[in-house]
């Protein structure tokens, strides 16, 4: 679910001052678990002073440390929220692509296994790429062979495949 504004604002408040001592109590879970610096400036909406965490002399400590850094260090792990977004983006297409891939074989492979229960291949009006259950149907055997070929070399036993004895 995508987070959105409260638009009631007494509701905004109880959130705000919730989710803030939620992230100062993450915050700390995270340079005690993991040895690390960090702190946090938060400009309240209806603040004069930006509340920090854990004090100020932490927080000037880390952004003098962070300062002191060369500019590459300081931009390596940065990203502007399109940069993250477009990131992302990608992870998701590369993820989906990835999905349809195993789904497409998934069907090639039912398809493949009623043809063989049926004893011939019924298309019934679906679109089969035949090219790619050929390419499935290979694999599997190539597999097989393979597979039969360790365990007959296992117990001494040579396998003839194509005209070559292994």
Request: aromatic share 6%; hydrophobic share 35%; proline share 2%.
């Amino acid at each position: 679910m995508k987070p959105t504004f409260i638009v009631n604002e007494s509701k905004r408040k109880v959130t705000y001052k919730v989710r803030k001592i939620g992230m100062k109590k993450k915050l700390h879970e995270i340079t005690v678990l993991c040895g690390i610096q960090a702190c946090a400036i938060i400009y309240g909406r209806n603040e004069t002073e930006p509340e920090v965490w854990p004090s100020h002399s932490e927080v000037q400590r880390v952004i003098n440390r962070f300062n002191a850094m060369s500019e590459i260090n300081q931009r390596k792990n940065m990203s502007t929220q399109e940069s993250f977004l477009k990131k992302n983006l990608e992870k998701d297409r590369d993820q989906l692509k990835k999905a349809r891939g195993e789904n497409k074989k998934n069907e090639m492979e039912l398809f493949m296994f009623q043809c063989l229960g049926a004893g011939s291949i019924s298309n019934n009006g679906d679109t089969i790429d035949m090219n790619y259950l050929l390419l499935l149907i290979n694999q599997n055997l190539r597999d097989i062979y393979g597979k039969e070929s360790m365990d007959q070399t296992q117990h001494g036993i040579g396998v003839v495949v194509n005209g070559t004895e292994t």
